[in-house]
């Protein structure tokens, strides 16, 4: 492991691009905000940058990072696109959207970042720290969530700075996120398919598609030695204290995930309680989830019991975090 760096701490302001571009052109690890959560990232084009971000993060290698570039024209250098990925691409870059594409055949990224494969996860997105960061470096960063590997993603610098201090170089400290869950994972290498629900909802894309999205379940063949999404079979997003969910009854001494205003029986006997959104609007909620799972998971509760929350919109996302963080820890692999 890395530990044992000095990880710097420094403003998002005017002056961070160049210290954080001259980090990475270095082959550093620099954790940035982007609009989704904080990524950590590498020079996509230096395998030892890279195998060290895999270190730092304790992450296996087998599972490949999203290459981040500055615009439409630096992905179409990386990944070949077709009309249909092409018109996502237009319509919702700079955005919290990742496509998945074949790999151009002079494509610079290092093969570790790629594990391998012949295709590459590709997004713009649109935070203007990080968008200041890819233009001043001028080359594609790979960036998983600035997280250790397995834990609750980062939406705020301390939530970076808990996890990595001391294995990264440096953290850009632009404030808390707006979307608050990672980028939506579209695979367009046949016909377009949601890999990962995730900060644009489907919704959105089906209307510029004019298509309904197949589901990665609908056809995903998981005996191949390379899954569709690879990073999914894991088990992510964890809070230590075991979590259940759609909760309508609430034991004593459970901190509770509420959502809207619903009380459910029992919620006076609960340790602490966080609301994702008192109003029941789910992109609030989104910008809450991984800050209020941190903050309950502090406390030691005996359990975390999260309520219901819809599937419409960002729903659909935020389901699928809680219900990867409600997985037993015995079954990580
Ligand atoms: O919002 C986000 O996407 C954030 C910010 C930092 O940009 N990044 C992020 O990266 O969530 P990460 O590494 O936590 O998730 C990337 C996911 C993994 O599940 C990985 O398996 C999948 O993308 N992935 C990467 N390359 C792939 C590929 N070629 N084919 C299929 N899935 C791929
Ligand atoms: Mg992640």
């Known amino acids: 492991m890395t530990v044992g760096l000095t990880t710097r701490t420094i403003a998002g302001d005017a002056h961070a691009a160049a210290d954080a571009a001259r980090c990475l052109e270095d082959g550093g690890l620099v ?6 959560v904080y990524g ?40 070949v696109f077709d009309g249909l990925s092409l018109r996502l691409a237009n319509a919702f870059w700079p955005g919290p959207l990742t496509l998945v594409l074949r790999k151009t ?8 970042a790629t594990a391998g494969l012949d295709t ?52 850009v400290d632009g404030g808390p996120v707006a979307v608050g869950v990672e980028s939506t994972i579209i695979s367009c290498l046949g016909e377009p398919m949601l890999l990962r629900p995730g900060g644009l909802p489907r919704a959105a894309i089906e209307a510029v ?52 205003k619903s009380i459910p029986a029992g919620l006076d006997q609960a340790s ?15 910008a809450n989830l991984f800050g209020h799972l941190r903050a309950l998971d502090a406390k ?6 999260a309520m219901t929350v819809p599937m419409n919109g960002l729903g659909e996302a935020i389901n699928d975090r809680l219900r990867r963080a409600a997985v037993p820890a015995t079954s990580i692999a």
């Open 300 to 305: 030691g509760a005996s359990g975390i019991a």
């Open 31 to 36: 954790a940035f905000p982007t609009e989704t």
């Open 105 to 112: 055949t002079h494509c610079p990224v290092a093969e570790l």
């Open 209 to 260: 598609l004019g298509k309904t999205l197949l589901n990665v379940t609908d056809d995903a063949d998981v005996s191949t030695p390379h899954p569709l999404a690879p990073g999914m079979l894991e088990q992510h997003y964890a809070p230590r204290t075991p979590l259940r969910l759609n909760a309508t009854r609430i034991e004593a001494g459970e901190a509770v995930l509420a959502f809207g």
């Open 40 to 79: 950590l990232g590498a020079d996509a084009t230096n395998a030892d940058a890279v195998a060290r971000l895999y270190q730092a993060k304790g992450r296996p290698s087998f599972n490949p990072l999203i290459a981040h570039v500055e615009s439409v024209a630096a992905a179409l250098d990386i990944a």
């Open 272 to 286: 602490i309680v966080l609301n994702l959104s008192e109003r029941g609007d789910p992109v609030e909620a989104a």
């Open 120 to 171: 590459i996860a590709v997004r713009v997105p649109a935070h203007p720290t990080a968008r200041d960061i890819l233009r001043t470096l001028g080359k594609p960063v790979v960036a998983p969530s600035a997280n250790i590997s397995g834990h609750v993603s980062p939406t705020t610098a301390a939530h970076v700075e808990s996890d990595l201090a001391g294995r990264i170089d440096l953290i």
